[in-house]
């Protein structure tokens, strides 16, 4: 399908964060499954929550705009699923594996807020108010996930894994 203007783009990258939200949803449950530290598993389950109430928006915005939610395959997104169960496949320390989960995490937000942060965009410049809200809606629980996620980092305590 060729893209040749900002609704065709919209719907394209529409397509794009749909499919990743989707993927996000069972790779969320597997950190959460896989991280040794409750509070950082916590967090996991949390956005998982949060990752459902951004496909219903998303499906909202294809109703308003009179398509059909579609996938449309993130090569993005399946980059740093596969980079992640590379580490995974690694066997890793629990502790590093904790680490490398949160770093994963962090990686995705950042996508997941340059997606949504353009789409909010063409919303809006396309006149498309509503769909605008409920992309920035996504967008600031998206920085937000950030945020949290970073904080955890930051306190994680990485003596563990220093000394060895």
């Not at 915005?61 to 740093?80: K, N, T």
């Not at 699923?81 to 690694?90: C, F, G, R, T, W």
């Not at 950042?110 to 789409?119: F, V």
């Not at 498309?128 to 945020?147: F, Q, S, T, V, W």
Request: net charge negative; glycine share 4%.
């Amino acid at each position: 399908m060729a893209v040749n203007s900002a609704q065709e783009l919209f719907e394209h990258e529409l397509e794009d964060i749909y499919y990743a939200e989707h993927e996000l949803l069972d790779v969320l449950d597997e950190l959460a499954e896989q991280t040794e530290h409750e509070e950082i598993a916590q967090a996991f389950e949390e956005h998982r929550e949060e990752t459902r109430g951004h496909i219903e928006r998303v499906e909202q915005v294809f109703e308003m705009i009179g398509e059909p939610p579609e996938e449309e395959e993130c090569e993005g997104i399946q980059g740093l699923i596969e980079e992640h169960q590379e580490m995974v496949d690694m066997d890793p320390d629990p502790d590093v594996l904790d680490v490398a989960n949160l770093t994963a995490a962090q990686k995705t937000e950042h996508y997941e807020i340059a997606a949504y942060g353009n789409l909010a965009l063409l919303a809006d410049r396309l006149g498309m108010d509503e769909a605008g809200d409920l992309l920035h809606e996504n967008l600031e629980e998206e920085e937000e996930a950030l945020e949290k996620l970073k904080d955890l980092t930051d306190q994680y305590d990485y003596q563990p894994i220093l000394a060895a």
